[in-house]
């Protein structure tokens, strides 16, 4: 079973604890969304016809917005949905799957579903969890990967890669024969490029697939909407594997009330970095340690993440344990607005 952040429903019906009544930290979801047009678009949808099924405007909004054709585009039910779509697109068995962890559990979950042999490359808390780009080209040499899966920026551990390395790691995989899935979920939480768009739209080889997902940055996750972008051949072979209807109207009518509105990024993306600086900083007066990267949410060492989380959650909050990225001693906590933090911060100095 693949571990995820959010709540559990069926863990919390066996607590006895309602769901209403908890505040959620555990999801790297932007907590000042989502932005009013997507509300008025949802109120005016006819759910009576059947959606869109090649997402025809979606996918040309999307093309204004990356500077790319639509038929280089895919849209899914969610990023999680193309991740299981490009495995069983691209890998057969016995392939070889690199994936660069601590990382997304989904990676080698849908690599195994295909039948490929994982190979993994750690990045280590020692190294603040910064990728040897030397040891890389080292194991893509050796292992000569089909699919190569990189978060950048990097879900738990926050770090994040240049372009100009991105595009390096690219071209060590082509000279391999693979191709590079780049999962950019949260791109749009990084400092400098909320308003910059990805500098990869504009010099991405053949071989590179990249992943984005509007359900963090919009708070739209229970829509689940997401989309893939690359080469067009890529793109249909993978597109042939994806079921009719996949993306509901629900989801593309919030995706293009986020993608008309231009303000709510630049205007939330710093609040939630604020929030970050404040929670953090008072978690380090409490002696925890943290680490936090490029992205606002931050890893806690608090010797036993498990039993950290589950103390927490009988009190009404909601952390992400790190035991399935390996790091057992680790919670992930994603930033809240400030009365929630203080809440969450309340709370856990009771058992620190």
Same mark, same amino acid.
């Given at each position: 079973?693949?571990?995820?952040?959010?709540?559990?429903?069926?863990?919390?019906?066996?607590?006895?604890?309602?769901?209403? !009544?908890? +505040?959620?930290?555990?999801? @790297?979801?932007?907590?000042?969304?989502? %932005? =009013?047009?997507? $509300?008025?678009?949802? #109120?005016?949808?006819?759910?009576?016809?059947?959606?869109?099924?090649?997402?025809?405007?979606?996918?040309?909004?999307?093309?204004?917005?990356?500077?790319?054709?639509?038929?280089?585009?895919?849209?899914?039910?969610?990023?999680?949905?193309?991740?299981?779509?490009?495995?069983?697109?691209?890998?057969?068995?016995?392939?070889?799957?690199?994936?660069?962890?601590?990382?997304?559990?989904?990676?080698?979950?849908?690599?195994?579903?295909?039948?490929?042999?994982?190979?993994?490359?750690?990045?280590?808390?020692?190294?603040?969890?910064?990728?040897?780009?030397?040891?890389?080209?080292?194991?893509?040499?050796?292992?000569?990967?089909?699919? !190569?899966? +990189?978060?950048?920026?990097? @879900?738990?551990?926050?770090?994040?890669? %240049? =372009?100009?390395? $991105?595009?390096?790691? #690219?071209?060590?995989?082509?000279?391999?024969?693979?191709?590079?899935?780049?999962?950019?979920?949260?791109?749009?939480?990084?400092?400098?490029?909320?308003?910059?768009?990805?500098?990869?739209?504009?010099?991405?080889?053949?071989?590179?697939?990249?992943?984005?997902?509007?359900?963090?940055?919009?708070?739209?996750?229970?829509?689940?909407?997401?989309?893939?972008?690359?080469?067009?051949?890529?793109?249909?072979?993978?597109?042939?594997?994806?079921?009719?209807?996949?993306?509901?109207?629900?989801?593309?009518?919030?995706?293009?009330?986020?993608?008309?509105?231009?303000?709510?990024?630049?205007?939330?993306?710093?609040?939630?970095?604020?929030?970050?600086?404040?929670?953090?900083?008072?978690?380090?007066?409490?002696?925890? %340690?943290?680490?936090?990267?490029?992205?606002?949410?931050?890893?806690?060492?608090?010797?036993?993440?498990?039993?950290?989380?589950?103390?927490?959650?009988?009190?009404?909050?909601?952390?992400?344990?790190?035991?399935?990225?390996?790091?057992?001693?680790?919670?992930?906590?994603?930033?809240?607005?400030?009365?929630?933090?203080?809440?969450?911060?309340?709370?856990?100095?009771?058992?620190?």
């Amino acid at each position: 079973m693949i571990v995820h952040g959010a709540l559990d429903h069926a863990e919390l019906a066996a607590l006895g604890i309602d769901p209403g !009544t908890l +505040l959620d930290f555990s999801s @790297n979801i932007n907590p000042f969304g989502p %932005p =009013a047009g997507v $509300i008025t678009a949802l #109120a005016a949808l006819n759910p009576t016809p059947y959606p869109d099924r090649s997402c025809h405007q979606l996918r040309h909004v999307l093309g204004t917005h990356h500077g790319c054709r639509p038929d280089e585009i895919l849209a899914g039910n969610g990023a999680n949905e193309l991740i299981h779509l490009i495995a069983r697109a691209l890998l057969r068995p016995n392939d070889s799957a690199l994936v660069i962890g601590p990382t997304f559990g989904e990676y080698i979950h849908v690599s195994h579903l295909a039948g490929a042999q994982i190979v993994e490359l750690r990045t280590h808390e020692r190294g603040q969890f910064q990728l040897d780009v030397d040891a890389l080209a080292a194991v893509i040499k050796r292992a000569r990967p089909r699919l !190569t899966w +990189l978060c950048a920026p990097n @879900n738990p551990t926050g770090v994040h890669l %240049p =372009a100009s390395d $991105i595009l390096g790691v #690219a071209e060590m995989c082509a000279a391999a024969g693979g191709m590079l899935v780049v999962d950019r979920a949260y791109q749009s939480f990084l400092h400098a490029d909320v308003q910059a768009g990805d500098p990869l739209d504009t010099a991405a080889p053949a071989n590179l697939l990249r992943l984005h997902s509007l359900t963090k940055s919009h708070a739209i996750a229970g829509l689940r909407l997401g989309y893939l972008l690359g080469e067009t051949g890529v793109i249909a072979r993978i597109a042939t594997y994806q079921p009719t209807w996949s993306v509901s109207s629900a989801a593309q009518a919030a995706g293009l009330a986020a993608l008309a509105d231009d303000t709510f990024l630049p205007a939330s993306v710093p609040q939630i970095w604020a929030s970050s600086d404040t929670l953090r900083a008072e978690l380090l007066q409490m002696g925890l %340690p943290v680490h936090r990267a490029d992205l606002p949410f931050m890893l806690v060492c608090s010797g036993d993440g498990a039993a950290t989380r589950l103390a927490l959650l009988r009190r009404g909050c909601v952390v992400r344990d790190c035991a399935s990225f390996g790091l057992p001693a680790w919670v992930r906590v994603s930033p809240r607005r400030p009365e929630e933090n203080v809440r969450l911060l309340s709370i856990w100095k009771e058992f620190v």
